[in-house]
C-alpha cells in the first residue's frame, strides 16, 4: 500500500499523459469525421451511378473489415510495401496515421446515419422549399440539416460512446494511448514494473469521460426537444 | 386577357399516361375548382404548374410570357426555372410547415433568404436590406393577422392544431405575392370541424380577388367560390363551365355519376 502512495503521482503523471493523447485522437476523430461522414452520404445519395457505387463500395469495405487491421494498414503500407515512411518513426507520424484511420473509419459509420436522417426528411419538406422558391443548398441548411440532426443524434451518440473505447485499437500501432500508458507500469516503466494496479485506474479514466460524453450528448438531445 | 394559359399538358410516370392533354385559361381575379375523383391527375397537374413535375409537353404562359414550352430546351434548365416558380404558390394537402421554425419564421423564411441572397450579390446595401427585413417582419405580421393567428405567431407548428397549420401555410404562400395561388385539396387532411376555418381565409382570399386554383371535394364551397369549375377524369378535363351550371346540369354521364357519389 505504501508502495502504491509512493508510486502515485508518478502512475498518474503519465496516465494524464496518454490520456491527452486519448483525448486529442477522440476529438480529431470527430472534428474529421463529422464533415467526411457527410460528404460520403451525399455520395451514395448521387444521381450518378459511378460516384455513389464507388461510395457504396467504400463503405462495405470500410464497414466490413476490423478498425485494427486498418490501423495496420494504414501505418505500415507506406514504409514496408511502397518503401516511403511517410509516418516517420515518431509519436507525431503515429498520430497521424492513427488519426487518418479512424476519421475514415467514423465518417463511414456516420454517413450510413446521415443517409437514413437525410431520407428520414419528409419529401413535402424539400418540396415546400422548392415551391417557396429556394435553392437546393438554402433547402439543405436552412431546412432539412437541423431536422437531420434531430433525428441522428441517438445513433451518433453511440458510435461517439463506442469511439471513446475505440481510441484504444490505437495502441496496436504504439500510439501511447492511455492503456499504453497504463500497461508501460507491467513491462516496466518509470522504474515501475509488474504493476497491474495502474491498469484499473485506467479503466476509471475511461468510466468518467464516458460519462461526462454521455451527460453533454443527453443535453445535446434535450436542446432540440423545442420542435418535432 | 387571360393570366394563365396551359396548353396540351402531358404527363407520364413509368408508361402510365397521367393527365393526357389538359388545356384549360384562367382569368385575372378568378378562382378556378379542379374537382374529381381520387387518381383522376389534379394533384399531378398542379404539381405540373408549380414546376414539382416537368410535364412531358405542353405550354404554360402566365401573362403572355412562356413559362415553360416542352419543345424549348431553354425552359426546362433549374436557374430558369426556379425564377419562373414563383408565379405560382402552392398550399399542400399536408401543410408541410417547417417543424423547427415558429409560425412567424415559417412566413418569413422565404422571403428574408431571398433577401440575404441579394445582400450577398452586393446588390443592396446596408439600408436597402434592413429595411427589407423590416418589411418582411411587418408583411409577416399582417398576413398572419389576416389568416386570424395573431395570438399564436410564435408557437412552434406541433403546438398548433392542423387548421392553424393549414392557415400558417397560407400565410406563408401568400407572402411571396404569387400570381396565382394553388391549393391541393387544403382541407383533406382536417378533422371536420376544422376545415371551416380554412375555407374561411380562402373564401376571404377570393372576395379580395386574388387568382386562384382550388382543388377540393368540398362541392359545396366550391360552387360558392369558385367563378370556373373544372370536371377531371382520368387525366383529362371531362366538363368545364360555370360552377351552377355544372353541379346543377352537368352535361357529361361521367360528371353526374361523380357528382351523385359526393351527394352520399
Ligand atoms: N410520382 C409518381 N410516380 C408514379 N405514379 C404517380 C406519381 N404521382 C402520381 N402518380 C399516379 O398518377 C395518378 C394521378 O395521381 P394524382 O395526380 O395524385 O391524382 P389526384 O390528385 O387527382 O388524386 C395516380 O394513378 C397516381 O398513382
Ligand atoms: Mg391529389
Not at chain 1, 495496420?72 to 503515429?94: K, Q
Not at chain 1, 522504474?191 to 468518467?208: E, K, N, Q
Not at chain 2, 395570438?151 to 405575392?177: C, E, F, T, W
Request: glycine share 8%.
Amino acid at each position: 500500500m505504501e508502495l502504491i502512495l509512493q508510486q502515485m503521482p508518478v502512475v498518474i503523471g503519465a496516465l494524464n499523459q496518454g490520456f491527452i493523447q486519448t483525448l486529442k485522437l477522440f476529438s480529431i476523430t470527430l472534428l474529421g469525421a463529422f464533415p467526411l461522414g457527410l460528404i460520403i452520404a451525399f455520395g451514395t445519395l448521387s444521381k450518378i451511378k459511378i460516384i455513389s457505387l464507388t461510395t457504396q463500395f467504400i463503405i462495405w469495405i470500410i464497414r466490413g473489415t476490423p478498425l485494427m487491421i486498418q490501423l495496420l494498414i494504414v501505418y505500415y503500407f507506406p514504409g514496408l510495401v511502397l518503401h516511403n515512411p511517410i509516418w516517420g518513426g515518431g509519436e507525431s507520424g503515429r498520430f497521424l496515421a492513427a488519426a487518418i484511420a479512424f476519421i475514415v473509419n467514423y465518417a463511414c459509420y456516420f454517413s450510413e446515419i446521415y443517409r437514413g436522417g437525410i431520407q428520414s426528411v419528409p419529401a413535402g419538406q424539400q418540396e415546400a422549399g422548392l415551391v417557396l422558391g429556394l435553392t437546393k443548398r438554402q433547402i439543405f441548411f436552412h431546412i432539412t440539416l437541423l431536422q437531420m440532426i434531430k433525428r441522428i443524434v441517438p445513433p451518433i451518440s453511440n458510435e461517439i460512446i463506442t469511439l471513446v473505447k475505440d481510441t484504444a485499437l490505437a495502441r496496436i500501432i504504439a500510439l501511447q494511448e492511455i492503456i499504453w500508458a497504463g500497461q508501460a507500469f507491467m513491462k516496466g516503466s518509470h522504474g515501475i514494473s509488474g504493476a497491474v494496479w495502474p491498469l484499473f485506474f485506467t479503466a476509471f479514466y475511461y468510466l468518467i469521460f464516458n460519462g461526462i460524453v454521455t451527460v453533454a450528448l443527453a443535453w445535446f438531445e434535450r436542446k432540440l426537444d423545442y420542435f418535432r | 386577357m387571360a393570366i394563365l394559359e396551359v396548353k396540351n399538358i402531358r404527363k407520364k410516370f413509368d408508361d402510365i399516361e397521367v393527365l393526357k392533354g389538359i388545356d384549360f385559361s384562367l382569368e385575372k381575379g378568378q378562382a378556378l375548382s379542379i374537382i374529381g375523383s381520387s387518381g383522376s391527375g389534379k394533384t399531378t397537374l398542379l404539381r405540373c404548374l408549380n414546376f414539382l413535375e416537368t410535364p412531358d409537353e405542353g405550354v404554360i404562359k402566365v401573362n403572355d410570357e412562356i413559362l415553360f414550352d416542352s419543345s424549348d430546351p431553354l425552359t426546362r434548365s433549374e436557374s430558369q426555372i426556379r425564377k419562373k416558380r414563383l408565379h405560382f404558390g402552392l398550399v399542400f394537402q399536408s401543410f408541410n410547415l417547417f417543424p423547427q421554425y415558429t409560425a412567424l419564421e415559417n412566413v418569413m423564411l422565404a422571403p428574408k433568404l431571398a433577401a440575404k441572397e441579394k445582400r450577398n450579390k452586393k446588390s443592396d446595401d446596408i439600408y436597402e436590406h434592413g429595411s427589407k427585413l423590416l418589411d418582411i417582419y411587418h408583411d409577416a405580421h399582417e398576413l398572419l393577422k389576416q389568416v386570424g393567428l395573431s395570438d399564436r405567431m410564435n408557437n412552434y407548428p406541433h403546438q398548433l392544431s392542423g387548421g392553424q397549420q393549414q392557415r400558417v401555410a397560407i400565410a406563408r404562400a401568400l407572402i411571396l405575392k404569387p400570381d396565382i395561388l394553388c391549393f391541393d385539396e387544403p382541407t383533406s387532411a382536417l378533422d371536420p370541424e376544422l376545415t371551416g376555418e380554412v375555407l374561411k381565409v380562402i373564401r376571404g382570399l377570393s372576395e379580395k380577388n386574388y387568382t386562384m386554383i382550388i382543388v377540393t371535394h368540398e362541392m359545396e364551397f366550391a360552387r360558392d367560390v369558385a367563378n370556373h369549375v373544372i370536371f377531371m377524369d382520368g387525366g383529362v378535363i371531362c366538363e368545364q363551365g360555370n360552377p351552377r351550371e355544372l353541379f346543377e346540369n352537368p352535361k357529361e354521364e361521367r360528371t353526374k355519376q361523380f357528382l351523385i357519389r359526393y351527394k352520399n
